[in-house]
């Protein structure tokens, strides 16, 4: 393993939710506070950034193009062509105190997403390809980072308020979870917020406020921990031609005026060249 590399001066507020696109070679991810999100290519070194108009808690790939998004209306598509939002379902509009967060693509195409806002009330929702909208756990402090072991059987679900990245039995056919259990649970340093895994089954979870990111094996074990140059990293993903960079987004969005003289690099793009390789991520069906 090397160290981490720091890739891009972005100044994120709150940077979050990195996600590869495998044709165009060029990393997407959000700042919500800022109400956009980013694209940006390796190979140039180049950086896009697209204004949406209100707080995006997580992006992901349409199979048709364009994006599908969570934010604090609802569910939207984005337009690349006209660079505009179709906001389309909003199981949340009774509650005008919370918006979506984070969110993932399952292998058969549809779109995850949690909330925050309500504390110890929030949910995760998936959202069908046709249309339907499906409420999947409730009483959740704060939604955070969704993923899938490689084998579509576990979904792992952060919730951060509580400390904890959970499994849950996942059949990938109907899209239900059951026997929710502690994967981890770890109050030492920091909070867990977004999170992916590798195509060795291992999970890679950054930690607000603990400078760090850490892997953990399939059984819970702790097998890695990165140490960040900055207080709050955010959540990662893997990118690169061979899918074995892990990029890593991060936040200034809590710090005062000291702490931010004292991490010049807060809000930036972060980079770590590993020796294993993530796995491919999936695009909405709808």
């Not at 790939?61 to 598509?77: C, H, P, S």
């Not at 179709?86 to 993932?104: C, G, S, Y």
Request: charged content about 20%; some cysteine.
């Amino acid at each position: 393993m090397n160290q981490v590399e720091h890739v891009l001066a972005v100044k994120n507020t709150l940077g979050e939710a990195p996600i590869w696109h495998p044709q165009e070679q060029v990393l997407y991810w959000v700042d919500i506070d800022c109400h956009c999100f980013f694209k940006f290519d390796p190979a140039t070194g180049k950086h896009q950034r697209f204004e949406v108009g209100l707080p995006i808690g997580a992006i992901a790939f349409r199979a048709d193009g364009g994006l599908i998004m969570a934010t604090q209306k609802g569910i939207a598509f984005w337009n690349d062509t006209t660079s505009s939002a179709q906001f389309i379902v909003d199981p949340e509009d009774h509650k005008p105190q919370t918006r979506f967060n984070d969110a993932a693509v399952d292998c058969q195409g549809r779109f995850w997403a949690g909330t925050l806002g309500d504390r110890y009330n929030n949910a995760l929702y998936r959202f069908d390809p046709d249309g339907s909208v499906h409420l999947m756990e409730t009483g959740i402090g704060m939604a955070n980072g969704i993923g899938w072991s490689p084998d579509n059987q576990t979904l792992y679900f952060t919730d951060t308020l509580r400390y904890t990245i959970y499994a849950y039995d996942y059949d990938a056919t109907t899209g239900t979870i059951a026997n929710r259990r502690i994967f981890v649970h770890d109050e030492s340093a920091g909070l867990p917020d977004g999170l992916t895994v590798d195509s060795d089954g291992f999970i890679w979870s950054a930690w607000w406020g603990g400078w760090r990111v850490t892997r953990y094996a399939p059984e819970g074990k702790l097998e890695r921990q990165v140490k960040m140059p900055v207080e709050c990293p955010t959540s990662c993903t893997f990118g690169g031609a061979n899918l074995d960079e892990l990029y890593m987004t991060s936040a200034c969005a809590t710090l005062g005026e000291v702490d931010k003289h004292q991490q010049p690099l807060a809000g930036d793009l972060f980079r770590l060249k590993t020796t294993v390789t993530g796995l491919s991520t999936p695009k909405f069906a709808g």
